[in-house]
Structures are given as C-alpha cells and as structure tokens.
C-alpha cells in the first residue's frame, strides 16, 4: 500500500492570465503589470490590474490579473461562473486551451476578444521532487484526494504537477472547496486511488487495478464514490 501524504488546500478564485499584446490593449501601451501580493506558488502573484469577462449571457466584473505574463490569454472560472456568462466550461490543465470557447476581455483603456481560452481548471497538486517521491508519486499521474470534516469527501481526477519549481499544495476552484467545507490551508490526504483506503488487502481487484487503471467496481468503491 502506498503511502498517504498530507498536504494544504489552496482555493483558487477566478481569474485571468495575459498576453503582453493583451496586457498593452487593455491596460495602456507600454503597460507592466503592478504585483499586489505574492500566491503561495514560487514566481507566481495577484496583480492590482482587473478585467471584465463578458459571455454571451453575462459579465463578470472586477476578475483578478495573475502574473508573470503568459504566451496565451485565458480566463480560469469555476462551473458556477459559467453558468453567469452563458459559457459551457471544458475542465482543462491550465495552459491546455486548444478547442475551448472564448469571449471578451474589458479593461480600463480598450477591449479584447479571445477565440479560446475561457476553461474551468482541472483539480490538481503542484509537488516539489522531494514530496513526490516520498509519496511514490510521478509527473503527471491521476491521483485521488480525500478530505476531513463534516462535508469530507473523496476527490478524484486530480493530477500530479512535479517540478523544483513548485511547492507541494493542492489546488481546487471555489466551487470545489466550498462543496468539501474547505479553506485555504486545511490539509488533504493524497492517495494513488480508492483501493488504498480499503481493509480489504487481499481483494481480487487491487493486481489488476495496478495494472490496468481501471476503475474498482466493488462495493467499497461505489460507496465511496465522491467529488
């Protein structure tokens, strides 16, 4: 049996990351964008700047910047902010926004419409090499995360991020975190899948679930079938 890490929460609002060629259309040529406060993430922060995001049926005002400036724009909302702007959001890795919807983005000194880029984030946990390992974790696998507390459930789908360049936290949108009864910093216990919280050692399933990633269908796993 793997071992079982606790790690923190992090809740992610909404938010918008920008393209320099966006940041200068919205902001003001020339514009930099001005920090406000560092994220829990090495290099990463809020910035003082925000932006409208408008959809076909609704806007949603004052949506925070975060830098540095990326490649892409992209707007990461939650499900429920979807709903707002008239939008289906596809879950996606950050960054992975070939095929998504778009709309467009108001600031202060224009506007600008992006074809692609508007997305609910895919639940996952930034590791540093040292947690993974301990952890028996690798870059990119599918793990499942179970909380504590009156609305504990079982989270899955969540995928590993290992770089020397991230602290080990898990990040979930405000949508997530509310559901679970979670806040910033509450600890969650990362397992490699529902097996691994089951008494019973000797299940038939476990050789063949290691194998194969497939999903259990014993009655445990069904009656564990949260997140």
Do not use: W
């Not at 540095?68 to 909302?77: F, G, H, I, V, W």
């Amino acid at each position: 049996m793997a071992e079982i890490i606790q790690i923190p929460v992090a809740l992610s609002n909404r938010h918008v990351h920008l393209s320099r060629p966006h940041v200068e259309a919205l902001f003001g040529e020339e514009h930099k964008l001005t920090p406000k406060y560092d994220l829990s993430q090495p290099g990463q922060f809020a910035c003082e700047e925000c932006v409208e995001v408008v959809g076909p049926k609704g806007a949603l005002k004052q949506v925070r910047v975060l830098g540095p400036e990326r490649r892409e724009s992209q707007a990461e909302l939650s499900i429920t902010d979807g709903y707002v702007l008239g939008v289906s959001l596809p879950v996606r890795q950050s960054g992975k926004i070939e095929g998504t919807p778009g709309g467009f983005l108001m600031g202060p000194k224009g506007a600008v419409k992006i074809e692609k880029g508007f997305i609910c984030a895919a639940r996952h946990i930034h590791f540093t090499p040292e947690d993974a390992k301990r952890g028996g974790i690798e870059n990119g696998q599918v793990l499942c995360v179970r909380t504590v507390g009156a609305r504990r459930v079982v989270f899955e789908e969540v995928i590993a991020r290992v770089s020397p360049d991230f602290d080990t936290e898990m990040h979930l949108d405000i949508d997530e975190g509310n559901a679970a009864g979670l806040k910033n910093g509450d600890l969650v216990e990362v397992i490699h899948g529902l097996c691994d919280l089951c008494n019973l050692l000797e299940c038939p399933l476990r050789e063949d679930v290691s194998q194969t990633g497939a999903r259990p269908y014993c009655s445990f796993a069904e009656s564990h079938r949260f997140g």
